[in-house]
Structure formats: structure tokens, C-alpha cells
């Protein structure tokens, strides 16, 4: 099982200055959905976790299987002075928070599956789903991590996923990868109404999972197949069709063709 999840706890893991536009941290036994509580109840700047979560969300309306004590289930409020024209990429900027912070653990041989899959050796860690609130100047981010959850226990998840104990061998300390995140995350989001999109292109593509693999896409009605190449300065995916020619998605569903 590993450690409770505490508030105090994931505190001594920051300092004042990791801390800047963090506000409470709010844990409950159990929530329907993380995120949905960060957007009814949630503030700017509140860090809401659950220990299971009886309705969590996935993206595309799936759901996010999310057994007691053992994962992360997590959602953050923030706020923005005025609507980013980039919010879009608000999702990819935070699959890279937590692939950095998953590095700063120790822990590597992960990657991002665009827009923002967690993935290890082809298997699914972990997921991030964006809600904004109304008038898109504030956002619920919620990120959702497979920690302490064994592969081969009884579970309804309807595609290859891992865990960090999985990966590593052993259980991990979850307060201390809330904190590790939160120290990722929060300069990104400070930062991201300046974003500088080279580098957040460069920076994308340490962690870029699908590069150069053959893969195919569906994109509302039409399914394409062609070699992923990267995403562009906006995030979107490129994808190198056979004739040639480089198609972007700024929304699809990628899978790798064997
Ligand atoms: C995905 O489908 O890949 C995204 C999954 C996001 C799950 C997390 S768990 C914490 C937060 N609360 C939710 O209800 N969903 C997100």
C-alpha cells in the first residue's frame, strides 16, 4: 500500500519558493472525481487529492479506474490573468511537468504519447485531463498516476498500463512525487503565458515517445496512416504521410502500427 497521502507531509518536500501560487491541499478518503471537485469547490491555487476516486474522469468521457491508496489521483485550480491564446497546449506542457518530475525521482525510461499519455516500455502510467472553468481563464488540471498499483491485480483498464512499483521495483512515497510534481509544474504554469514555443518544441521532443514510429490516426471521421514526426511549435502532431506531404492534428487518437 505505501504511505497516507498528507498535506504536511508533501509541504516539507517544498520550499518557498517551489511554493509560489500553490494554495491549500486539500485530501479527501474518497471523491467522485478530483477534478470535479476542483471545479466546484476549488480556488486558485488549490492542490485537490483523493485517495480513490468513485467517478474519475478520463479523457474522450472514459473513465479513469482509480482503486483506494495506492495511485495519484490529483487536480490542481490556476488561474490565468487573461485567456493564454495557447491554452491548447496547457495539456502537453503538463505531460512534460510530469515527465520531468518522474526523472527528478529517479525514475526513467518513460516518455509522452501525444497530447499526453504517460507511457513506460508501451504501457500506460499515467493520464491528464483539462477542464476549464466557464470563462477559460481558469483551468482544472488533472493528472492521474498509476504509483503503487500492482500489473495483475483484477482491474477493467481496456489497455496495456504499468506503475511506477511496477517500473521500479518497489513502492513509491506518493507525497513525495506530489511535491516533485508540484516543483515542475508550477514554474511551467507561471511561466506559461510567456511560453516560449521553440524550446517548448525542443523540449517535447527529449520525451516523444511516438517519433518516427509508423502510426495511425483518427481524427473525427478520418483514420490516416503515416510516420509521426514530432509536433510542431504549437503542439500539434506532425504526421509524414506517404506521399510526402506533413499533416498536423491539433485532436486525434494515435496508435502505433506493429
Ligand atoms: C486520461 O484519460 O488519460 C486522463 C486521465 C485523467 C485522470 C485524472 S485522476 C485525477 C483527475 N480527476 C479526474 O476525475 N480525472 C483526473
Redesign the pocket.
Known amino acids: 500500500m505505501g504511505n497516507n497521502l498528507s498535506a504536511d507531509e508533501i509541504r516539507q518536500h517544498l520550499d518557498v519558493a517551489d511554493s509560489v501560487g500553490l494554495r491549500d491541499i486539500h485530501i479527501f478518503p474518497e ?6 471537485w ?1 471545479l466546484q469547490h476549488g480556488q486558485c491555487g488549490d492542490v ?1 487529492l ?1 485517495e480513490q ?1 468513485t ?6 468521457g ?1 473513465q ?1 479506474e ?1 482503486p483506494a491508496g495506492v ?5 490542481l485550480r490556476w488561474c490565468f490573468a487573461q485567456v493564454p491564446t495557447h491554452l491548447p497546449m496547457l495539456s502537453l506542457v503538463t505531460g512534460l511537468a510530469v515527465a520531468e518530475a518522474l526523472d527528478d525521482c529517479a525514475i526513467h525510461g518513460h516518455g509522452l504519447k501525444w497530447p ?2 504517460v507511457y513506460h516500455t508501451g504501457k ?1 502510467l ?4 483539462l477542464e476549464a472553468v466557464g470563462t477559460l481563464d481558469q483551468v ?1 488540471i ?4 498509476n504509483v503503487n498499483m500492482q500489473p495483475g491485480t483484477n482491474s477493467s483498464i481496456d489497455q496495456p498500463w504499468t506503475s511506477l512499483r511496477a517500473v521500479v521495483g518497489a513502492n513509491l512515497d506518493r507525497n513525495l512525487l506530489v511535491a516533485a510534481i508540484l516543483k515542475r509544474l508550477l514554474p511551467h504554469l507561471r511561466a506559461f503565458p510567456q511560453l516560449d514555443m521553440a524550446q517548448f518544441q525542443r523540449d517535447w521532443q527529449r520525451w516523444d515517445i511516438l517519433a518516427n514510429s509508423p502510426v495511425r490516426v483518427l481524427s473525427g471521421n478520418e483514420v490516416l496512416e503515416g510516420v509521426a514526426c514530432g509536433v510542431d511549435s504549437q503542439g500539434q502532431l506532425r504526421l509524414a504521410l506517404n506521399d510526402g506531404l506533413v499533416k498536423v492534428f491539433s485532436s486525434a487518437d494515435v496508435s502505433v502500427r506493429m
Open positions: 471523491l467522485d472525481s478530483t477534478n470535479r476542483a485537490c483523493a476516486q467517478a474519475g474522469r478520463g479523457r474522450r472514459r479513469w482509480s495511485n495519484l489521483y490529483f487536480s499526453n499519455d500506460k499515467g493520464g491528464i485531463l482544472v488533472g493528472i492521474g498516476l
